[in-house]
């Protein structure tokens, strides 16, 4: 890598500049698009006449970003993007010999490249001009080789194609009749073969070295007259050159008869079992080429260059990738994901929606956040409202007559669920009747669950407060996921961390340690110390810690609107979704 890393310069105006030591190159273009794309080719252009990889540091519009190119057009980020400095976009003018500041651009002359570098007349009539060299013997000799070269190879071409075919085949026949010693197949084999004594990748500069004398092929015949050669006497060039028989390996007068040889089949069989299967194709697709990046600047150059440079994700690119990857992977059937916390206040609901949103959005639908309460919960008040006011008491009271029906369908469980529009979820809320006695137990948790989980693939369950209720501990007996959620605060915590220890005392031991703990913060001042707490107590406790960070949004209490949500805090639950899937 070259000392000091290129700059490059990316405008909004269209202009910019590529300059380093002895470099420098001004782009002018309709957009910054059109300038990234131009100064990446001039990138990779002096990578590839260096012949190694050169840093270049681009301030783009946006940010600065550290990157390294290499010779063959591999453009990779050789650190984190740093903010931009007043005056990093400054363009530098090209400064050369007569150059004015106070002309214009186009009026700067005379520019180096447009000197001529014709000699002067005059000094090559005045020149005196030395008299052709007499080349002697020795110097034709270097002439000559690429006619040698052509004689030998036209002697070869005259040997019958049919006669040495006939050799090779024949070959294993005449062993098998007549078998030389080992020796004496290794003195005959080095007769019949014929190297050249010359070199024939020598250069002009080198000095032609004395030639061996060729050794005398035998021939049953008359020897035939060789040619004289024009490097001497004292080589000679046959008329026929001998095709060289495959070298046998002699056996024992005494050894036993050779085993036959196996069957083709078989050999056959042997190389099918080993080759490449359609699955090892599939896995050497280039993945980056095929999906390139789809923001940032990566993108920003295969728009700019017409798809010419397809450059693969970056880093947050590719991790966004891989969490997508876990939530839409496939599941063996149904699954339950349970939220608790036995405190008021710790983001419960929030949590219960937010996850069924991501796995909702990012999985096509066919989730549901339902609200376990035993009378009455917030789910359905923090959710958008729908078009009608069924609770899962109104769909408890229908499933007798449903399962009379021959079974409740989809079509039927969509009057009582809210759509979540854009989000791909919907909500079953609780009972929200203020004169209403009923309540939901264990044996009606068990009736609505075996009926939901016969049309949606991710049920998230939104537990109440009361963890010796019938109903929140039949959720936990479903539970295939358990999520832990708790703020940043001593008495959300205190909670969560009791509820683990009922958790243990219950026998739940296994289904604690394959939980995902969820912290969020409740301002936005956090308390760092009291996180490091949480977050050190419940990694020796659950499967895995994700944070979350605080949100206006989440505040109201009112009806969540996730498309307000600012970008890192939808990331921040995409990652915890993820999470979540990989224990499903």
């Given at each position: 890598?070259q000392q000091?890393?290129?700059?490059?310069?990316i405008?909004?105006?269209?202009?910019?500049?590529?300059r380093?030591?002895?470099?420098?190159?001004?782009?002018?273009?309709?957009n910054?698009d059109?300038?990234?794309?131009?100064?990446?080719?001039?990138?990779i252009?002096?990578?590839?006449?260096?012949?190694?990889?050169?840093?270049?540091?681009?301030?783009?519009?946006?940010?600065?970003?550290?990157?390294?190119?290499g010779?063959?057009?591999?453009i990779?980020?050789a650190?984190?993007?740093?903010p931009?400095q007043p005056?990093?976009?400054?363009?530098?003018?090209?400064?050369?010999?007569g150059?004015?500041?106070t002309?214009?651009?186009a009026?700067r002359?005379?520019?180096?490249?447009?000197?001529?570098?014709?000699?002067d007349?005059?000094?090559?009539?005045?020149?005196?001009?030395?008299?052709?060299?007499?080349?002697?013997v020795?110097?034709?000799v270097?002439?000559d080789?690429?006619?040698?070269?052509?004689?030998?190879?036209?002697e070869?071409?005259?040997?019958s194609?049919d006669?040495?075919?006939?050799?090779l085949?024949?070959?294993?026949?005449e062993?098998?009749?007549e078998?030389?010693?080992?020796?004496?197949?290794?003195?005959?084999?080095e007769?019949?073969t014929?190297?050249?004594?010359?070199?024939r990748g020598?250069?002009a500069?080198?000095?032609v070295a004395?030639?061996?004398?060729a050794p005398?092929?035998?021939?049953?015949?008359?020897?035939?007259?060789?040619?004289?050669?024009?490097?001497?006497d004292?080589?000679?060039?046959?008329?026929?050159?001998?095709?060289?028989k495959?070298?046998?390996?002699?056996?024992?007068?005494s050894?036993?008869?050779?085993?036959?040889?196996?069957?083709?089949?078989?050999?056959?069989?042997k190389?099918?079992s080993n080759?490449?299967?359609?699955?090892?194709?599939?896995?050497?697709?280039?993945?980056?080429?095929?999906?390139?990046?789809?923001?940032?600047?990566r993108a920003?150059?295969?728009?700019?260059?017409g798809?010419l440079?397809?450059?693969?994700?970056?880093?947050?690119e590719?991790?966004?990738?891989?969490?997508l990857?876990?939530?839409?992977?496939?599941?063996?059937?149904?699954?339950?994901?349970?939220?608790?916390?036995?405190k008021?206040?710790?983001?419960?609901?929030?949590?219960s929606?937010?996850?069924?949103a991501?796995?909702g959005?990012?999985?096509?639908?066919?989730?549901?956040a339902?609200?376990?309460?035993?009378?009455?919960?917030?789910?359905?008040w923090r959710?958008?409202?729908g078009?009608?006011?069924?609770?899962a008491?109104?769909?408890?009271r229908?499933l007798?007559?449903?399962?009379?029906?021959?079974?409740?369908?989809?079509?039927d469980?969509?009057?009582?669920?809210?759509?979540?529009?854009?989000?791909?979820?919907?909500?079953?809320?609780?009972?929200?009747?203020?004169?209403?006695?009923?309540i939901?137990d264990?044996e009606?948790f068990?009736?609505l669950?075996?009926?939901?989980?016969?049309?949606?693939?991710?049920?998230?369950?939104?537990?109440?407060?009361?963890?010796?209720?019938?109903?929140?501990?039949?959720?936990?007996?479903?539970?295939?996921?358990?999520?832990?959620?708790?703020?940043?605060?001593?008495?959300?915590?205190a909670?969560?961390?009791?509820?683990?220890?009922?958790?243990?005392?219950?026998?739940h031991?296994a289904?604690?340690?394959?939980?995902?703990?969820?912290?969020?913060?409740?301002?936005?001042?956090?308390?760092?110390?009291?996180?490091q707490?949480?977050?050190?107590?419940?990694?020796?406790?659950?499967?895995?810690?994700?944070?979350?960070?605080?949100?206006?949004?989440?505040?109201?209490?009112?009806q969540?609107?996730?498309?307000?949500l600012?970008?890192?805090?939808?990331?921040?639950?995409?990652?915890?979704a993820?999470v979540?899937?990989?224990?499903?």
């Open positions: 890598m000091g890393p290129l700059i490059g310069v405008r909004a105006d269209g202009k910019g500049e590529l380093g030591e002895g470099i420098y190159r001004p782009v002018v273009a309709a910054a059109e300038v990234r794309a131009l100064l990446m080719e001039h990138a252009s002096i990578a590839a006449d260096q012949g190694a990889a050169v840093g270049l540091r681009v301030v783009d519009v946006d940010a600065v970003y550290p990157l390294v190119v010779p063959r057009g591999e990779a980020e650190g984190m993007p740093e931009k005056g990093d976009d400054e363009l530098q003018p090209l400064k050369h010999e150059y004015d500041p002309l214009d651009a009026l002359l005379p520019k180096p490249e447009m000197l001529s570098r014709t000699p007349p005059e000094h090559l009539a005045t020149r005196e001009i030395p008299l052709r060299k007499r080349v002697t020795d110097e034709t270097e002439n080789d690429d006619e040698i070269i052509d004689d030998f190879h036209d070869g071409l005259d040997d194609f006669e040495d075919v006939e050799v085949e024949d070959a294993d026949a062993a098998a009749a078998t030389p010693a080992p020796d004496a197949a290794h003195d005959a084999d007769a019949n014929w190297t050249p004594s010359f070199p020598r250069t500069d080198e000095p004395a030639p061996a004398p005398e092929v035998p021939k049953p015949d008359a020897a035939p007259t060789p040619r004289r050669s024009p490097l001497g004292a080589f000679t060039i046959p008329d026929e050159v001998p095709t060289p495959r070298p046998q390996q002699a056996r024992p007068a050894a036993p008869a050779p085993a036959p040889a196996p069957a083709r089949s078989t050999a056959i069989v190389r099918v080759a490449p299967t359609l699955n090892d194709f599939l896995a050497e697709q280039d993945h980056d080429s095929r999906f390139p990046a789809q923001y940032g600047w920003g150059l295969r728009r700019g260059t798809g440079i397809k450059l693969g994700p970056g880093k947050r590719r991790q966004e990738r891989e969490e990857a876990a939530i839409r992977r496939s599941f063996d059937g149904s699954k339950t994901i349970v939220v608790v916390n036995p008021g206040g710790a983001h419960k609901t929030t949590a929606l937010m996850i069924a991501m796995f959005m990012h999985r096509g639908g066919y989730t549901l339902w609200d376990n309460n035993e009378t009455r919960g917030t789910l359905g959710s958008q409202r078009d009608n006011d069924n609770t008491v109104d769909l408890l229908q007798p007559k449903l399962e009379v029906m021959g079974g409740a369908t989809i079509g469980i969509d009057r009582f669920v809210r759509n979540q529009g854009a989000w791909k979820f919907d909500v079953l809320a609780s009972d929200d009747d203020a004169a209403s006695a009923a939901i264990d009606a068990s009736r669950h075996r009926t939901l989980s016969r049309f949606y693939r991710v049920l998230v369950v939104d537990t109440g407060n009361n963890m010796r209720a019938s109903n929140w501990e039949a959720a936990l007996d479903v539970a295939d996921q358990l999520v832990i959620v708790s703020t940043h605060r001593e008495d959300t915590a909670s969560a961390a009791w509820l683990a220890d009922g958790l243990r005392e219950r026998g031991e289904k604690l340690r394959n939980a995902v703990t969820i912290l969020s913060s409740p301002s936005t001042k956090g308390d760092r110390k009291l996180t707490r949480l977050t050190e107590h419940f990694e020796q406790l659950t499967r895995a810690v994700v944070e979350v960070p605080y949100d206006h949004e989440f505040v109201g209490g009112g969540l609107d996730i498309d307000r600012a970008p890192a805090t939808r990331a921040a639950w995409r990652h915890a993820a979540i899937a990989e224990g499903l």
